[in-house]
């Protein structure tokens, strides 16, 4: 079978799987499940009602073909708070989220590139081992406390950025891609790309936190491999300067495994959205999940982390298509 | 993907011979050894270290709330006048019970998996690897906070809720250990003279495969400490007045911009320590005991 | 299950995955702003700090609110509604000359019995539709309130009949006397809508839809992000100076109080009381310490809980420290459940005090050592939870195990009116007035219901029914009287172990320091005439 096809498959299966770990804790894991599902605001009847859409008293297989139908039809659920269909919810509030996690991908890899060749190449030094402490920092410090050092003193303390939210209230423009920092710059005014940026420093800021610690050990730890090679050595041999030793000819083997990275990278940008959204009140998915845990909305809890989940998953299985593509080998294993 | 995940997070395969040795000389290792056996120590001692016994497992005392640091309250207290200190050491009780729950617990799943699949190969394989990605494809943190949501907050429903989205890890290392010993002359050895399969997995191929798992699961300590904390920072995890780090910065939260910064100061720097020495540990140990061009 | 639709599977999850991420914000209201159509840039260039120009105004609500229909609202909404609807009268601040101000009715008065109450209303009033206020309109305002029997429905019990006179005048009659004046100020279910907007459902007020008289038009409404309002230009009593204002869910305190201190926010409450204090003295906010008719009690489920158990909670709860150490040392404990300030009230009712021997006893006797009782409180309402750990250790010495439950506010709600025998054991609940009367406390949280409302601890007990029962139809004939029946029922209500009476809560707010004309009335409990405001 040609890799492509494969890999689609594995990750069909995998989306498959993911549906079903969340439907065997949604329905057997609480002692009602209808209660749960009904929500707060049922009554008795409600919950028999409850009971009865979600088939509950029908076999365990039965109940998981319509539940595999309903997600077909793009259908999940109703929230009990909003009283609205969830997708419409999730639709809304995802590209915050999304703005939030890509920069912050892409200002981990940014920085965390760099840091980590640096510490290779001096490797064992003191330069290495203090950017080694502090890659280790980043990726042990709680984001929510983070974020919290990062509101007292650079918002509450020093006032240089605003405490949350995602825009000042007295600032607007159209929304057609709901990412804000595209939109201000479509509506061709640097004061809102400004307030825009603003509102996204410390966000972004705490959730690059952990990717960029990740990004920091990694091409430090591969990057020490591709030196130990033998080309490497062969080129320094040669006379080729360190800085072209380090930059072309290693960091462009190192890549090609970085670039697998990114899909961690974002996945743990979306773990901490969940933890830091609230705290910056946010109005991205991470925080619509955090308030659903309040409101006991349940179908909420689980779509919301099912929709979270398969974006995931598609998007490593873009990063390997594409992985496959700058290097060959990959799709012999 | 989850293979790549595990690859770059678990790359390499470590060499027991030396190790030891290796460790002692490097200072950073120490240092975060000591640390962790600092923790645990006043984690054990603690109703003997504080004479605020009774606060560190809740009991308020409303007259002294939100007291600043002074010479009776080395950190101050909460907002219902609990010594913090006291609360930190019982909150360590909780941090490393989980941390030690979940990761165990995960070890022995994990191992059942991991050395069934490895050792008998074939669909018996392919259908437990494919179950193990399907637990791996979630983000981290989101399986277990659906769990922890179903099950209800609680201390126990933590360990549980972390230990279903973890023992996957587990599971993939021991099966990749159990490939490569299975070919071993011994193993084939066993077998050949008719040693039952359970005996040949249990006294054969797991003692010899559980090294570089050990090793890992002492690293994963730390982010087992750092997704509790989350887990109960949104409600998730230990009630109160349970002693826990994730729940005093929540607590602590309200008072930080009143000036009352040492309850959610202190516990999170509590658990950012623990958490990197655990780290440290991690990243030491694989640093003495990888080999130099990948595997 | 075979291949086909797995691949249908697969495409409806791709499509979901991709609408998210690439076309996911075309009809965005991430903000939960309305952007107004076309308008592609920043409305004011406004002040970099503040998030607020001179004629906006941003509310930082602690608590959602999910039913803005004003015939059946019966939470926060009254914040909302207060701004948007008006009432026949206007209950005003302790202290004036006045018990009431004329609001949509310039005048009124009542037969010798108090049976028959006319109405005149206010001249050239309009609706935000255009239309003009006329009688008909306000009977067919009190007549839904009446049929749809939901909320504060209670306030009309009395009445009999509603006529329109002529245009400008409305005679209602009751069955019994009563003080319907003062009904009419009540903060819900006394609001005038439009005669059309009557035959309307409740869906079509939560889509959105308003029909209110009130200096302010609704023009968004978002129940978990921001609702918005505009100055109504036709208001018969002059357009406001803040032209539009932002009601925005901020169910966190620490980011509501972050708002208010950058001033991106400019009025919230709800906050931990010790940020009060810190708040005092602060640039750009002002603390507002107002009288108060709110307070605060812990209802105990009758339907779970035995008489001794009561009696064992009711002894074990820590009032004075509740009274000296929590709520910033600024509450008082409360004297029953009728507030000091509201008549009916009284300061000399035998009360209990903490005795945690008296308490163990008890539980010993009904063998309920290792129980585990579950208290149901307010998400992120700190005080709430400092009572539930002080009260808790009390309740461990004599071995009962307090489960602290914090949800929001109708998550726990909706909880507590399902299924009394499987609810919470104790619901604590801040209570401000209705309408201001002693009865609002006592009718509505302790009277029996067939269906649980808001007696939420299920108390059923006759005499007491018919003691408040009485007392109210003589409430306007024989006030003294009445006052004593009122004060000899919340005495049953104590005796009774009905629920654990906590506090007189003092109601703080904070507002932007450079607002002006906010002067808060403890009748309407967190309610800013955003008319009567000013900048600058």
């Given at each position: 079978?040609p890799y492509?096809?494969?890999?689609f498959?594995?990750s069909l299966l995998?989306?498959?799987?993911v549906i079903?770990?969340?439907?065997?804790?949604?329905?057997?894991v609480?002692s009602d499940p209808?209660?749960?599902?009904a929500g707060?605001?049922?009554?008795?009847?409600?919950?028999?009602q409850?009971?009865?859409?979600?088939?509950?008293?029908?076999?365990i297989?039965?109940?998981y073909?319509s539940?595999?139908g309903?997600?077909?039809?793009?259908d999940l659920?109703?929230?009990?708070a909003t009283?609205?269909?969830?997708?419409?919810?999730?639709v809304?509030?995802f590209?915050?989220?999304?703005?939030?996690?890509?920069?912050?991908t892409l200002?981990s890899m940014?920085i965390?590139?760099p840091?980590g060749?640096?510490a290779?190449?001096?490797q064992n030094?003191a330069?290495?081992?203090s950017l080694r402490?502090l890659a280790v920092?980043?990726?042990?410090?709680?984001?929510?406390?983070?974020a919290?050092l990062?509101?007292l003193f650079?918002?509450?303390?020093?006032?240089?950025f605003?405490?949350s939210?995602?825009?000042?209230s007295d600032?607007?423009?159209?929304?057609?891609t709901?990412f804000?920092l595209?939109?201000?710059?479509?509506?061709a005014?640097?004061?809102?790309?400004?307030a825009?940026l603003r509102?996204?420093?410390m966000p972004?800021t705490?959730?690059?936190?952990?990717?960029?610690?990740?990004?920091?050990?990694?091409i430090?730890?591969?990057?020490?491999?591709v030196l130990?090679?033998?080309?490497s050595e062969?080129a320094r041999?040669?006379g080729?300067?360190e800085r072209?030793?380090?930059?072309?000819?290693a960091?462009k083997n190192?890549?090609?495994p970085?670039?697998t990275i990114?899909?961690l990278?974002f996945?743990?940008?979306?773990?901490?959205?969940f933890?830091?959204?609230?705290?910056?009140?946010?109005?991205?998915?991470?925080?619509y999940?955090?308030?659903?845990?309040q409101r006991?909305?349940?179908p909420?809890i689980?779509?919301?982390?099912?929709?979270i989940t398969?974006?995931?998953?598609?998007v490593n299985?873009?990063?390997d298509?594409?992985h496959a593509?700058?290097?060959p080998?990959?799709q012999l294993? | 993907?989850?293979?790549v995940?595990?690859?770059?997070?678990?790359?390499?395969?470590p060499?027991?011979?030396?190790?030891?040795w290796r460790?002692r000389?490097?200072?950073l290792g120490?240092?975060?050894?000591?640390?962790?056996?600092?923790?645990i120590v006043v984690?054990?001692?603690?109703p003997v270290?504080t004479?605020?016994?009774?606060?560190?497992?809740?009991?308020?005392?409303l007259?002294?709330?939100l007291?600043?640091?002074n010479s009776?309250?080395?950190?101050?207290?909460?907002?219902?006048?609990r010594d913090v200190?006291?609360?930190?050491?019982?909150?360590?009780?909780?941090?490393?019970l989980?941390?030690?729950?979940v990761v165990?617990?995960s070890?022995v799943?994990?191992?059942?998996?991991?050395a069934t699949?490895?050792?008998?190969g074939?669909?018996?394989?392919?259908?437990?690897?494919?179950?193990t990605?399907m637990f791996?494809?979630?983000?981290?943190l989101?399986?277990?906070?659906?769990v922890?949501?179903?099950l209800g907050?609680?201390?126990r429903n933590?360990?549980?809720?972390i230990?279903?989205s973890?023992?996957p890890?587990?599971a993939?290392?021991?099966?990749?250990?159990?490939?490569s010993?299975?070919?071993?002359?011994y193993?084939?050895?066993?077998q050949a003279?008719?040693?039952?399969n359970?005996?040949?997995i249990g006294q054969?191929?797991i003692p010899?495969?559980?090294t570089?798992?050990w090793?890992?699961a002492?690293?994963?300590l730390g982010?087992v400490?750092l997704v509790?904390a989350?887990l109960s920072?949104v409600?998730?995890g230990t009630?109160?007045?349970?002693?826990d780090?994730?729940?005093?910065?929540?607590e602590?939260r309200?008072?930080?911009?009143a000036?009352?910064w040492?309850?959610a100061?202190?516990?999170g720097?509590?658990?950012t320590i623990?958490?990197?020495?655990f780290n440290?540990?991690?990243?030491v140990?694989h640093?003495?005991?990888?080999?130099?061009a990948g595997? | 299950?075979?291949f086909?639709?797995?691949r249908?599977?697969l495409i409806?999850?791709?499509?979901?995955a991709l609408?998210?991420?690439?076309c996911?914000g075309?009809?965005?209201?991430a903000?939960?702003?309305?952007t107004?159509?076309g308008?592609?840039?920043e409305?004011t260039?406004g002040?970099?700090?503040?998030?607020?120009?001179d004629?906006?105004?941003v509310?930082?609500m602690?608590f959602?609110?999910?039913?803005?229909d004003p015939?059946?609202?019966f939470?926060t909404e009254n914040?909302l509604?207060?701004?948007v609807?008006?009432?026949?009268t206007v209950?005003?601040?302790?202290?004036?000359?006045?018990?009431l101000?004329p609001?949509l009715?310039?005048?009124w008065?009542?037969n010798?019995?108090s049976?028959?109450?006319t109405?005149n209303?206010?001249e050239?009033?309009?609706?935000h539709?255009g239309s003009?206020?006329?009688?008909?309109?306000?009977?067919?305002?009190?007549?839904?309130t009446?049929?749809l029997?939901?909320g504060a429905a209670f306030?009309?019990?009395?009445?009999?009949?509603?006529v329109a006179v002529?245009?400008?005048?409305?005679?209602i009659?009751?069955e019994f006397?009563?003080?319907?004046?003062?009904?009419?100020?009540s903060?819900?279910?006394?609001?005038?809508i439009?005669a059309?907007a009557a035959?309307?459902t409740?869906?079509?007020?939560?889509?959105?839809?308003?029909?209110g008289?009130g200096?302010?038009?609704?023009t968004?409404f978002?129940p978990?992000?921001?609702?918005?309002l505009?100055?109504f230009?036709?208001?018969?009593?002059?357009a406001?100076?803040?032209?539009?204002?932002e009601l925005?869910?901020?169910?966190?305190p620490?980011l509501?109080e972050?708002?208010?201190?950058?001033g991106?926010a400019?009025?919230?409450?709800?906050?931990?009381?010790d940020?009060?204090?810190?708040l005092?003295g602060?640039?750009?906010v002002?603390?507002?310490?107002?009288q108060?008719?709110?307070n605060l009690?812990?209802?105990?489920?009758?339907?779970r809980l035995s008489?001794?158990?009561r009696?064992a909670?009711?002894l074990s709860f820590p009032?004075?420290?509740v009274?000296t150490?929590?709520?910033g040392?600024?509450?008082?404990?409360?004297?029953?459940?009728?507030?000091?300030?509201?008549?009916?009230s009284?300061?000399?009712?035998?009360?209990?005090?903490?005795?945690?021997e008296?308490a163990?006893?008890l539980v010993?006797a009904?063998?309920?050592?290792?129980?585990?009782?579950?208290?149901?409180?307010?998400?992120g309402?700190?005080?709430q939870?400092?009572?539930g750990?002080?009260?808790?250790a009390?309740?461990?010495e004599i071995?009962i195990?307090?489960?602290?439950?914090?949800l929001?506010?109708?998550?726990?709600?909706?909880?507590a009116q399902?299924?009394?025998?499987?609810?919470?054991?104790?619901f604590?609940?801040f209570w401000?007035?209705?309408f201001?009367t002693?009865n609002?406390?006592?009718?509505t949280?302790?009277?029996s219901e067939?269906e649980?409302?808001?007696?939420?601890?299920y108390?059923?007990?006759?005499?007491f029914?018919?003691?408040?029962?009485?007392?109210d139809?003589?409430?306007?004939?024989d006030l003294?009287g009445?006052i004593?029946?009122f004060?000899?029922?919340q005495?049953?209500?104590?005796?009774?172990?009905?629920a654990?009476?906590?506090l007189d809560?003092?109601?703080?707010s904070?507002i932007a320091d450079?607002?002006?004309?906010?002067e808060?009335?403890p009748?309407?409990?967190n309610?800013?005439q955003f008319?009567?405001l000013?900048?600058?």
């Amino acid at each position: 079978m040609p890799y492509l096809v494969r890999r689609f498959l594995t990750s069909l299966l995998v989306i498959l799987g993911v549906i079903t770990i969340t439907f065997v804790v949604a329905r057997l894991v609480p002692s009602d499940p209808a209660a749960l599902y009904a929500g707060p605001r049922a009554r008795p009847a409600q919950v028999e009602q409850v009971r009865q859409d979600l088939k509950l008293d029908a076999p365990i297989v039965e109940q998981y073909v319509s539940y595999l139908g309903e997600l077909s039809r793009g259908d999940l659920g109703i929230s009990f708070a909003t009283r609205q269909p969830i997708l419409d919810d999730v639709v809304d509030r995802f590209p915050a989220t999304l703005e939030l996690a890509l920069l912050a991908t892409l200002l981990s890899m940014v920085i965390g590139i760099p840091l980590g060749v640096r510490a290779a190449a001096r490797q064992n030094k003191a330069s290495d081992t203090s950017l080694r402490l502090l890659a280790v920092t980043g990726v042990s410090i709680p984001v929510f406390w983070a974020a919290l050092l990062l509101q007292l003193f650079f918002a509450s303390r020093l006032g240089w950025f605003p405490l949350s939210g995602r825009l000042p209230s007295d600032v607007s423009f159209n929304e057609p891609t709901g990412f804000f920092l595209i939109d201000s710059i479509l509506s061709a005014s640097p004061s809102n790309v400004w307030a825009v940026l603003r509102h996204l420093a410390m966000p972004v800021t705490v959730m690059a936190l952990f990717p960029l610690g990740l990004t920091t050990r990694l091409i430090r730890s591969s990057m020490i491999d591709v030196l130990a090679e033998p080309y490497s050595e062969a080129a320094r041999l040669a006379g080729v300067p360190e800085r072209t030793v380090l930059y072309r000819l290693a960091l462009k083997n190192a890549l090609a495994p970085a670039l697998t990275i990114l899909g961690l990278t974002f996945a743990f940008s979306v773990s901490s959205a969940f933890l830091v959204e609230a705290v910056f009140g946010w109005p991205g998915i991470g925080s619509y999940l955090t308030s659903a845990i309040q409101r006991l909305d349940f179908p909420v809890i689980t779509a919301g982390a099912l929709v979270i989940t398969v974006v995931y998953v598609v998007v490593n299985l873009l990063l390997d298509l594409l992985h496959a593509k700058i290097d060959p080998r990959v799709q012999l294993s | 993907m989850t293979a790549v995940l595990s690859g770059f997070t678990r790359r390499g395969t470590p060499h027991p011979g030396g190790t030891v040795w290796r460790f002692r000389r490097n200072k950073l290792g120490l240092a975060a050894l000591s640390i962790i056996t600092f923790y645990i120590v006043v984690a054990v001692l603690a109703p003997v270290i504080t004479p605020f016994a009774d606060q560190g497992r809740g009991t308020p005392d409303l007259p002294n709330r939100l007291m600043a640091p002074n010479s009776t309250n080395w950190l101050g207290t909460d907002d219902v006048g609990r010594d913090v200190i006291a609360r930190l050491l019982f909150g360590a009780r909780t941090a490393l019970l989980i941390a030690f729950g979940v990761v165990s617990v995960s070890v022995v799943i994990g191992v059942v998996i991991g050395a069934t699949a490895g050792y008998f190969g074939r669909w018996i394989d392919e259908t437990l690897m494919r179950i193990t990605d399907m637990f791996l494809a979630f983000p981290p943190l989101l399986l277990a906070v659906i769990v922890a949501a179903s099950l209800g907050p609680s201390t126990r429903n933590t360990i549980i809720a972390i230990t279903v989205s973890w023992w996957p890890w587990y599971a993939r290392q021991i099966r990749a250990q159990v490939l490569s010993l299975r070919e071993r002359p011994y193993v084939k050895a066993a077998q050949a003279l008719g040693v039952p399969n359970h005996r040949v997995i249990g006294q054969h191929i797991i003692p010899n495969a559980m090294t570089p798992v050990w090793v890992q699961a002492t690293a994963d300590l730390g982010a087992v400490i750092l997704v509790a904390a989350g887990l109960s920072f949104v409600g998730l995890g230990t009630r109160p007045p349970g002693a826990d780090w994730g729940l005093m910065i929540e607590e602590g939260r309200s008072f930080v911009l009143a000036g009352q910064w040492w309850i959610a100061g202190s516990a999170g720097a509590a658990v950012t320590i623990l958490a990197l020495a655990f780290n440290l540990i991690g990243d030491v140990v694989h640093e003495v005991t990888s080999t130099k061009a990948g595997d | 299950m075979k291949f086909g639709s797995l691949r249908r599977l697969l495409i409806a999850l791709l499509t979901i995955a991709l609408v998210a991420t690439a076309c996911g914000g075309s009809d965005s209201a991430a903000t939960g702003e309305s952007t107004e159509e076309g308008s592609g840039s920043e409305t004011t260039d406004g002040s970099e700090e503040g998030g607020s120009s001179d004629d906006s105004f941003v509310y930082a609500m602690p608590f959602g609110i999910f039913d803005i229909d004003p015939s059946s609202a019966f939470g926060t909404e009254n914040i909302l509604l207060q701004n948007v609807y008006e009432t026949l009268t206007v209950f005003n601040p302790p202290g004036s000359a006045d018990l009431l101000s004329p609001g949509l009715a310039e005048s009124w008065e009542s037969n010798e019995d108090s049976t028959v109450w006319t109405f005149n209303l206010r001249e050239g009033v309009t609706f935000h539709d255009g239309s003009d206020m006329t009688a008909e309109d306000v009977v067919a305002s009190i007549n839904r309130t009446i049929e749809l029997d939901l909320g504060a429905a209670f306030i009309f019990f009395p009445v009999v009949d509603v006529v329109a006179v002529d245009d400008m005048t409305v005679e209602i009659s009751l069955e019994f006397p009563a003080p319907l004046d003062l009904a009419m100020s009540s903060n819900y279910g006394a609001y005038i809508i439009s005669a059309e907007a009557a035959g309307e459902t409740s869906e079509w007020f939560n889509e959105g839809n308003a029909a209110g008289t009130g200096p302010y038009r609704l023009t968004s409404f978002d129940p978990t992000g921001s609702t918005t309002l505009t100055a109504f230009d036709g208001y018969w009593d002059g357009a406001a100076d803040i032209t539009n204002v932002e009601l925005r869910l901020i169910e966190d305190p620490v980011l509501a109080e972050q708002l208010v201190r950058s001033g991106d926010a400019d009025f919230t409450y709800n906050l931990p009381f010790d940020s009060y204090n810190a708040l005092d003295g602060q640039d750009g906010v002002a603390v507002t310490r107002g009288q108060s008719m709110t307070n605060l009690f812990g209802a105990l489920n009758h339907e779970r809980l035995s008489p001794e158990m009561r009696e064992a909670l009711v002894l074990s709860f820590p009032y004075d420290d509740v009274e000296t150490s929590l709520f910033g040392g600024e509450g008082t404990r409360a004297q029953g459940i009728v507030p000091q300030t509201v008549f009916g009230s009284s300061d000399s009712l035998d009360l209990p005090e903490t005795d945690l021997e008296a308490a163990a006893a008890l539980v010993a006797a009904a063998g309920a050592e290792g129980t585990e009782l579950t208290y149901s409180y307010d998400a992120g309402t700190i005080e709430q939870e400092q009572i539930g750990t002080v009260w808790q250790a009390n309740l461990a010495e004599i071995g009962i195990d307090l489960v602290l439950d914090p949800l929001t506010f109708d998550a726990r709600l909706e909880l507590a009116q399902s299924d009394p025998a499987n609810a919470q054991d104790i619901f604590t609940l801040f209570w401000f007035p209705t309408f201001v009367t002693p009865n609002d406390f006592l009718f509505t949280l302790f009277a029996s219901e067939e269906e649980p409302f808001f007696n939420l601890g299920y108390y059923a007990n006759p005499d007491f029914d018919d003691l408040i029962f009485e007392a109210d139809a003589i409430t306007a004939t024989d006030l003294d009287g009445a006052i004593e029946l009122f004060q000899e029922a919340q005495q049953l209500l104590i005796d009774d172990n009905a629920a654990v009476f906590m506090l007189d809560v003092p109601e703080i707010s904070v507002i932007a320091d450079d607002i002006n004309g906010f002067e808060p009335n403890p009748a309407y409990a967190n309610v800013v005439q955003f008319h009567d405001l000013s900048r600058g």
